[in-house]
Every structure is written in C-alpha cells, then in structure tokens.
Nanobody
Framework: QVQLVESGGGLVKAGGSLRLSCAASGSVFSINAMGWYRQAPGKQRELVAAITSGGSTNYADSVKGRFTISRDNAKNTVYLQMNSLKPEDTAVYYC?????????WGQGTQVTVSS
C-alpha cells in the first residue's frame, strides 16, 4: 500500500502562485509515475501533470507554461508549482501514484482562485 498526503492548497487571487506538495509513504518502492489531477464542481477529474521516475513530464494543454511538476525521489515527494493562476484553475487537486497495475490517490486539496 502507498499513502499519499497532499498539502499547499488555498485561496489565491488570479495571477498568483501556489505550490502543492504530495508526500508518499508506505510501499513506495517501484512507484512509476506520479501526478496531479483536478476535479472542479460538476466536471470530471482530469490530468493536470505527471512525471515518471525517470523525470519525463506530461502536462495538460491548459496549464502548459504556467505549471511545473517536479519530483524528489529521495523524499518520495512530488511538487506542483502553479503560477499565473486563473479562476478556471479552481478545483480539488489530487495526487496520484502508479505502481504496477495499481493506482493510489491522496485525499485532495482545495485550490480556489478568485478573480
């Protein structure tokens, strides 16, 4: 089992920045990709950004150039630096870890961007 704990959400004005962190614990050996998803009210959960154990990254088109995902393998932690935030970025952000055929999820952290 893998446990994921997110932190860093909050309320910010449009144009501002936030940094999300996700710390993994438990059976973290051989975790492959880690990523961030988000879900806004009335919408489906969507991929925001992902990073493999080798450092390859993937971003949703809507956040390219504004968000940066990074990973500290020694600390089993993944980060999401969010700059130039927009009201449409408002959502609950979830950390995800892929290990073999299994997916693990954090409890989510709320990000609210006011106009």
């Amino acid at each position: 089992q893998v446990q994921l704990v997110e932190s860093g959400g909050g309320l910010v004005k449009a144009g501002g920045s936030l940094r999300l962190s996700c710390a993994a614990s438990g059976s973290v050996f051989s975790i492959n990709a880690m990523g961030w998803y988000r879900q806004a009210p009335g919408k489906q959960r969507e991929l925001v950004a992902a990073i493999t154990s080798g450092g390859s990254t993937n971003y949703a088109d809507s956040v390219k150039g504004r968000f940066t995902i990074s990973r500290d393998n020694a600390k089993n932690t993944v980060y999401l630096q969010m700059n130039s935030l927009k009201p449409e970025d408002t959502a609950v952000y979830y950390c995800n870890a892929e290990k073999g055929q299994d997916d693990y999820w954090g409890q989510g952290t709320q990000v609210t961007v006011s106009s």
